[in-house]
Nanobody
Framework: QVQLAESGGGFVQAGGSLRLSCSVSGRTLSRYIVGWFREAPGKERELIAN?????????????YYHDSVKGRFTISKDNAKNTVDLQMNSLKPEDTAVYYC??????????WGQGTQVTVSP
């Protein structure tokens, strides 16, 4: 079982920055991939970035980023603090959404946080 909790959302003007943090707890975390999703009003929830929890093993790879956030958002993990952060720079109004972190070991994300609101004003 894995538990996740997001923090760091808020209100920012376009061009500004926010840093979201996902606190991760549970057993055998080394097998998990942790991702950040967002869901804007009237739109489907979309995966914007993910990262493998452990750097060990045969399946470690570079973090994934959705095209819409490449070059602006950076996902990082701190295994000592058990967090996965999302640094968001050059924010745009279209980045306004509820942001969720989630974890998976299979093809589907089975563990979710409660979400945190990010609002970017023009």
């Amino acid at each position: 079982q894995v538990q996740l909790a997001e923090s760091g959302g808020g209100f920012v003007q376009a061009g500004g920055s926010l840093r979201l943090s996902c606190s991760v707890s549970g057993r055998t975390l080394s097998r998990y991939i942790v991702g950040w999703f967002r869901e804007a009003p009237g739109k489907e929830r979309e995966l914007i970035a993910n990262i493998r929890w452990s750097d060990d093993g045969p399946h470690w790879g570079a973090p994934y980023y959705h095209d819409s956030v490449k070059g602006r958002f950076t996902i990082s993990k701190d295994n000592a603090k058990n967090t996965v952060d999302l640094q968001m720079n050059s924010l745009k109004p279209e980045d306004t959404a509820v942001y969720y972190c989630a974890a998976r070991t299979t093809a589907s994300y089975g563990y979710w946080g409660q979400g945190t609101q990010v609002t970017v004003s023009p």
